[in-house]
């Protein structure tokens, strides 16, 4: 199919109707998402637009109406471990990390997770030994790709918040995923870390059969990262296109500045979360 951005694209991940209500509360109204094969779809709103819930229902974690389909596969009713071993692995706002192993071990064990499963039941005795020594070589190789292979030998608790999500987005990679879901991969790192982290994934999904969805308050991150932009509002897609078309639209404007004129008079050039305190400049 072609996308908003006029490239010609294999469907890896839809959503069709995505819903999810919470004590009869609607946190997603019937949302549709597409993300492409080497390509990376942002998904921003304010606070409690809906973002978290919309990968958790595509994570399987949270329960609602819709389908998601992963290459052909309708994932309805499939736990959140059976799609991790499809292929869609995530990274949290908050890294879930093993506080006293090293940064290495904790990729590690991703890796020799992924690996067991791959193996399957019928795997030999022999093989064990390869595939340790194997999910070791996968999860320096890791380190390495995110810049971090000088921390592999550091406990995960003496690390900075930056790191541990450098190490969280290894352990994503090490679990070849098909569909990787990045809850704000960068935070807290230092600004040539930031670039050089999201210019690694540009190269790594770019060009590859994999898709990746990025969940991020930065819109400086989203504009140099995505591809395409969702922009969520109260539980809807309020827009769909390039960074160029998101952050121009109206809508998208509206919904980021809230309803006080004052403050949309101040901000012409801002989008800021409507419960946030932080505001974040639209990069031109
Ligand atoms: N477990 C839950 N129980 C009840 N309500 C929830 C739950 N999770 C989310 N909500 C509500 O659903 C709505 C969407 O929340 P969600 O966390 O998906 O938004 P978000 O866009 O990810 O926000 P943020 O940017 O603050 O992380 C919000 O109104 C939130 O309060």
């Known amino acids: 199919m ?3 951005d006029g490239r010609e694209r294999r469907t890896i991940l839809s959503v069709t109707g995505g819903t999810v209500s919470y004590l009869g509360v609607k946190a997603l109204a019937g949302v549709d998402l597409a993300a492409h ?20 229902l595509i994570a399987g974690v949270a329960r609602g109406g819709g389908d998601v389909v992963l290459n052909g596969h309708n994932l309805r009713g499939r736990d959140p471990q059976t799609r991790t071993r499809a292929g869609i692995v995530r990274t949290f706002q908050t890294p879930e990390l093993f506080g006293t192993l090293t940064a290495a071990q904790n990729v590690d ?13 019928d795997e030999p005795r022999s093989g064990r030994r390869a595939r340790w020594r194997r999910s070791a070589g996968l999860a320096r190789e890791a ?15 003496s690390m900075s918040g930056g790191e541990k999500k450098l190490v969280e987005l290894a352990r994503a990679l090490v679990q070849q995923p098909v569909v990787l879901i990045l809850d704000e991969p960068v935070a807290g790192l230092p600004v040539a870390a930031r670039q050089r982290t999201i210019a690694t994934l540009r190269d790594l999904i770019h060009g590859s059969d994999a898709t990746c969805i990025l969940i991020e308050h930065d819109m400086d991150v989203i504009r140099r990262a995505c591809d395409r932009i969702y ?20 809508a998208v404007r509206r919904a980021y500045l809230g309803s006080s004129p004052h403050q949309e008079a101040d901000d012409a050039d801002t989008i800021t979360t409507t419960n946030s305190v932080e505001r974040r400049a639209i990069p031109k």
């Not at 380190?143 to 608790?157: C, W, Y």
């Open 2 to 4: 072609t996308s908003t």
């Open 37 to 56: 094969a080497g390509e990376i779809v942002g998904v921003i709103g304010p606070n409690g637009a809906g973002k978290s819930t919309l990968v958790n």
């Open 109 to 121: 064990l991703a890796a020799r997770s992924f690996l067991l499963y791959r193996a399957g039941r």
């Open 143 to 157: 380190l390495a790709t995110v810049g971090l292979e000088h921390r592999a030998g550091a406990r995960a608790e």
């Open 231 to 250: 922009v969520l509002s109260r539980g809807a897609v309020i827009k769909e296109g390039t960074w160029e078309q998101t952050s121009q639209d109206e």
